[in-house]
């Protein structure tokens, strides 16, 4: 395997009825084409799970990477307490209700990454002990959300919360959307909470919390359907985008029993010292096609620190004002030959890549001025310069994770992480240095 690994995502169908396919006499299960083909854009592969599927949700998940929930009809009511809306609910699939609230649950003891789109998000909602407006047009004051079963859509705005992994992954904090529903989320579920809205006050976007805001746990619900105009609108695309990243993230970690990841061949090269001056070349070309967007660019990661060995990759980080709107500085560092992975779990960062040669050769964090993710990487590399010992221990454990960890680069990640926090903790309050015991801690 190689770098190159397509993550497989499983894709939950609805039924069709017996009508609704030519000479199909027993109806059928179906994936409308359009999200699909945003996530083959995305670069991912995918699966179809039937409701009514033989198996325990582990045993379903198993081979998969992430987990995508579409749109469709109504989620029974008896699921969240509440009687029927005879007159109104339409298209309750019992056994796609069951399936589904499995999957979620099992995708989140697992930190499977999974995307819930429409019906797929009142699902979400519901699974966590979440409860649903049953009939939104007869609610007071709410926009035109669309009539599912007539297929009329309709484009609003929703605003999402500029600290959440919902704005995370657009990068925008007014997105216009294309809906088509009758229901919403009235009570939100538990360890899940609201981070989009439209103007009405309708929940429009959900995610699960986590302790640990760092995790790569990325479980999100949108109301609206990204699909319809992801094909131009990258903002929308975005979803498919972030999901298939991080299914690529944890489908290239090795499987248990494993001792190889799926990940490119990785290693430590000894101190260079072209390192600095391949920066400075390379940060010329970002001024120069940034300009005033720039607030600062600085030499990060281990090739920034003297006679430090490191993954031969110039790290370069990029301050900027704002990270809204994404495309001002996305379009240029495309242009530079850069390869932009959106970046759905921090709200403070994107991240890009460059090749030289099939090999990977820069990598830049483009980070708000003034963040906590700006503060952070660059206390870690003043403290390494001015304390050789620290610099050595780093060393010495990135050493052993590259050997313990071939072709697992994130397994390597992790393993590096408990110590460069730590670092960072001490830089940051002023506070003695580590010291080479460290390496015991791992």
């Known amino acids: 395997m190689t770098a190159s690994y397509r993550p497989l995502i499983a894709v939950v169908a609805y039924h069709l009825g017996d009508d609704r396919v030519a000479r199909w006499r027993h109806g059928g299960y179906a994936v409308p084409a359009p999200y699909v083909e945003s996530l083959r854009r995305a670069g ?3 699966a179809i799970l039937a409701p009514g599927e033989d198996g325990e949700a582990e045993e379903l998940l198993e081979p998969f990477d992430g987990l995508l929930l579409l749109g469709g009809g109504d989620v029974d009511p008896a699921r969240y307490g509440a009687e029927p809306d005879v007159a109104h609910n339409y ?3 019992p056994d796609r209700d069951a399936l589904e609230i499995e999957l979620l649950r099992t995708a989140d003891l697992w930190e499977l990454p999974a995307l819930c789109v429409c019906r797929g998000m009142q699902v979400l909602n519901v699974a966590f002990g979440g409860t649903l407006h049953q009939h939104l047009p007869e609610m007071p004051g709410m926009l035109a959300h669309g009539v599912p079963a007539l297929d009329t859509r309709s484009l609003h705005d929703v605003r999402l919360d500029p600290r959440s992994k919902t704005w995370a992954t657009t990068k925008t904090t007014t997105i216009t959307c294309s809906s088509h529903h009758h229901q919403g989320v009235d009570r939100v579920g538990r360890k899940l909470r609201a981070t989009g809205w439209s103007s009405d006050g309708l929940v429009e976007a959900i995610e699960r ?11 999100v619900g949108i109301q609206w359907h990204p699909e319809d ?4 609108d990258p903002a929308q695309q975005s979803w498919f985008d972030v999901l298939a990243n991080l299914a690529r993230i944890r489908g290239t970690r090795a499987r248990p029993g494993e001792t190889h990841g799926r990940n490119r061949e990785y290693g430590l090269d000894d101190p260079d010292p072209a390192w600095p001056a391949r920066y400075q070349d390379e940060a ?12 600062r660019l600085e030499h990060v990661g281990s090739t920034s620190v003297p006679g430090l060995a490191a993954k031969p990759i110039v790290d370069i980080q990029l ?15 495309v242009g530079l030959g850069y390869r932009h992975v959106a970046d759905g779990i921090e709200p403070d960062h994107e991240y890009f890549s460059r090749e030289d040669d099939g090999r990977r050769a820069f990598q830049i964090h483009a980070c708000r001025a003034g963040s906590d ?3 952070r990487h660059l206390a870690f590399r003043d403290w390494l310069r001015v304390h050789p010992d620290d610099a050595r221990a780093y060393e010495d454990l990135k050493r052993h994770l590259a050997s313990a960890h071939p072709r697992d680069l994130m397994t390597y990640v992790d393993g590096k992480t408990p110590f460069i926090r730590e670092i960072e903790d001490r830089a940051l309050a002023g506070r003695p240095s580590v010291g080479p015991g460290f390496r015991e801690r791992d």
Not at 209 to 219: C, F, N, R
Not at 319 to 333: F, I, M
Request: without cysteine.
């Open 229 to 232: 105009t992801a094909h131009d």
């Open 91 to 93: 298209g309750v699939e």
């Open 284 to 295: 010329g070309r970002i001024r120069a096609a940034l300009g005033d967007r720039v607030v």
């Open 319 to 333: 301050s900027l004002a704002s990270l809204e709107p994404r495309q001002a500085y996305v379009a240029a560092l």
């Open 44 to 46: 991912a592969r995918t």
């Open 209 to 219: 919390e986590v302790a640990d805001p760092e995790s790569l746990h990325w479980m």
């Open 373 to 375: 993710w700006e503060r």
